[in-house]
């Protein structure tokens, strides 16, 4: 895949924060009502970039592959008309030699509501290294890994009717796992999406 350096990343993460919160506080309409109560579920589409690196030194941060969110979801609890419990599951396919693995979270998070269509969403948990579905092969590529994962989002809602919001996104997640042979491996995923978000 091609590799894309780690201060490009950055300078998209900047960018694209910086416009989400441009837009976000100049479109603020307060007198739009819209309620957010009770349970809410969000799923997101996209695709973004990770980058990962072995202590034993075969892969550098430098090195960013392009991938798909998969699976992207959210699932919560209204606190009040602000503030959500959630947990959130983040993940992104990558290519490691001649194999497909998987680097998802389970983590739980918290989501608010900063203006009325504008949210910051952010949680620690578990970080889950494992081969992707498809490409299992016995005693090469079948080992799960697990660790800590920590993860950052925003979002601005751009289309809202009834009990549904379809929302712009950005995320970064940060994660590291324990391999065999007493080697870790970090990860870095950012990714740019469309969210879909039913309260």
């Not at 989400?20 to 969000?42: L, N, W, Y």
């Not at 030194?57 to 959500?84: C, H, V, W």
């Not at 498809?134 to 809602?157: L, Q």
């Amino acid at each position: 895949m091609k590799t894309i350096k780690l201060s490009k990343i950055t300078n998209m993460v900047c960018i694209a924060l910086l416009l989400f919160g441009v837009v976000a506080h100049a479109q603020e309409d307060p007198s739009s009502a819209f309620k957010r109560e009770g349970f809410m579920f969000e799923f997101s589409v996209g695709g973004g970039v990770i980058s990962f690196e072995d202590t034993v030194g075969n892969q550098s941060f430098d090195d960013t592959q392009g991938a798909f969110i998969f699976p992207d979801l959210k699932f919560g609890y209204m606190l009040n008309e602000r503030l959500a419990l959630t947990l959130s599951v983040p993940g992104m396919i990558y290519e490691i030699g001649e194999y497909d693995r998987h680097f998802g979270s389970l983590i739980p998070s918290v989501q608010y509501w900063v203006k009325d269509r504008w949210w910051i969403h952010g949680g620690l948990g578990l970080a889950i290294d494992s081969p992707a579905l498809y490409d299992i092969e016995d005693n090469v590529n079948d080992d799960w890994n697990t660790g800590i994962s920590a993860m950052a989002s925003t979002g601005y809602e751009v289309y809202r009717k009834n009990n549904f919001a379809l929302n712009i996104q950005s995320k970064l997640v940060f994660g590291g796992v324990k391999l065999a042979d007493n080697v870790d491996r970090g990860v870095v995923q950012f990714s740019l999406g469309v969210g879909f978000s039913w309260f």
